[in-house]
């Protein structure tokens, strides 16, 4: 790839990481003053429901039309969306719920800002830092974390929720979802990040080397 | 640090400034001064050989060890 190219992406990647560090904080900090402030404001429904997306059992039968002669049957037996129990929610399971959230929505912003830093470094040619490494840690710790607190939330959901929850036509059937695919980046980008640290003490010592 | 670099009492026995010797050595006036000031890390044969000409001492006599007390 040509050299100004990538310049150029990295520009790109600098300018939309930093408008999304920024709407990720204006958002965070909206939706979390909601649901803290809400009882003050009267906004019951972002202080007492709880949202949280679930996955169901479904029998839906349908068609697919492919050419104008060609109609197969389709069908709908497992379904994801979100549930939102109104109050009174239990206080405990809202905390918990609230305190999950804000842990993840804190990893996300720690991920953003630390990849926005990287990102900053490149641009001003000097990536092979101590504290892109720290960076980079941080980055595969972070998504390891969301990942488990993810695992954690699901497990609430299947132990105590689900149990809890009737309806008419469906079935509730949470999972624990673990996806191996972000752990094993994780694992590998802790692997970069020592690289990054090794190779920025070298390129110390080689500095100092009179 | 256990080694201990006395640069400045040899340059201040030749009476050579950090700027001359950079500039006889070959290297810059700011890597002098690091090594001067013991941040270095390591320092290349060349440029102890070139340093200990200029100076007209021995290595030992801009180098010393010194032994941490515990």
Known sequence: ?210 | MTIRVNLDVMMAKRKVSLGDLAEKVGITQANLSILKTEKAKAVRFSTLEAICNELDCQPGDILEFVKDEK
């Open chain 1, 1 to 210: 790839m040509p050299k100004i190219l990538n310049n150029k992406l990295v520009a790109v990647a600098d300018v939309v990481l930093r408008i999304i560090w920024y709407l990720s904080i204006a958002g965070t900090v909206f939706f979390m003053g909601k649901m803290l402030l809400g009882p003050v404001l009267g906004i019951t429904e972002y202080s007492s429901g709880l949202v949280t997306p679930i996955e169901f059992s479904v029998n839906e039968q349908g068609t697919a039309t492919f050419d104008s002669d060609q109609t197969v049957p389709v069908k709908i037996n497992h379904a994801k969306g979100f549930f939102k129990i109104d109050r009174p929610v239990p206080t405990m399971l809202m905390v918990v719920f609230f305190l999950l959230n804000l842990v993840v929505s804190g990893l996300i912003l720690w991920v953003i800002y630390a990849l926005w830093k990287i990102v900053q470094s490149v641009r001003q040619k000097n990536p092979f830092i101590v504290k892109n490494g720290r960076r980079l840690r941080i980055i595969a710790f972070s998504m390891i974390g969301i990942e488990l607190i993810q695992g954690l939330a699901n497990l609430i959901k299947m132990l105590y929720l689900e149990p809890r929850l009737n309806f008419d036509t469906i079935l509730v059937q949470s999972k624990i979802h673990i996806s191996f695919h972000v752990i094993v980046a994780g694992l590998v980008i802790l692997v970069i990040a020592e690289a990054f640290r090794i190779g920025a003490e070298l390129k110390e010592e080689q500095e100092l080397t009179i």
